[in-house]
């Protein structure tokens, strides 16, 4: 059990690559505490994994506060966070994004970063070590046209990692990102913009190992990187793409 007796916290955990994480977690041992904000489906994947679900609009600093507080007084300490919830318009030209959108992607993708850090850092001093995982994108690295502001946004989220965690390090608080290639969840047809078989296999022949992403492919990678087998590992922003950022 590679997380025995862990406490984690999963953002946008109610579907794709978080679901996928929720479940690995939970199944290696973790007690982990689902945020979304799809009460549906997020109680539904938390009864199943033995964990809680707690509703949670990430670009909320009151409501990241509530995150960590329940987890605290449900478990007793936080020892991992996932940054995993994400938001994207739909693929299309740079100036048609309207600026409510832009907000809503910076919000989700960038100041969630900056609320989750305010909230579980002083946890994790408690403890004397923590683990923060931020899920970016291989956009934030090889950008592909159409989606500027979301790619811009995951670079934000690649230069975090790495300020955070040269910061923290001396804490033992450690801070990793994962890059995924476009993947099969919700949101690949807004990445996409038109849900037609053409679009599909352009994205999917730009990858050398000729396939999408799964939430399996990011849960085996963030299992390794939250575990003690990646205790002298922090700042990696690794890209698990297929190939498509060599």
Known sequence: MRLENKIAIITGAASGFGEGMARRFAAEGAKVVVADLNEASGNT????????????????????????????????????FV??????????????????????????????????????????RKKGRGMILNIASTGGVRPRPGLVWYNSSKGAVISLTRSMAIELAPEKIRVCAINPVAGKTGML?????????????????????????????????????????????????????GGRCI
């Open 45 to 80: 994947i938390a009864e199943e994994i033995g964990g809680i679900f707690v509703k949670t609009d990430v670009s909320r600093d009151s409501e990241m506060a509530n995150l960590v507080q329940t987890t605290v007084q449900t478990f007793g300490a936080v020892d991992i």
């Open 83 to 124: 940054n995993n919830a994400g938001y994207t318009s739909r693929n299309s030209p740079m100036l048609d994004v309207d600026e409510e959108t832009f907000d809503r992607i910076y919000a989700v993708n960038v100041k969630a970063v900056y609320l989750s850090a305010r909230h579980v850092i002083p946890e994790f």
């Open 189 to 241: 047809p807004l990445f996409m913009g038109e849900e037609t078989e053409e679009k599909y296999e352009l994205f999917r022949s730009s990858i050398p190992l000729g396939r999408l992403s799964t939430p399996k492919d990011i849960a085996n990678t963030a299992l390794f990187l939250c575990s003690d087998e990646a205790d002298f590992i922090t700042g990696v922003c690794m890209e698990v793409d």
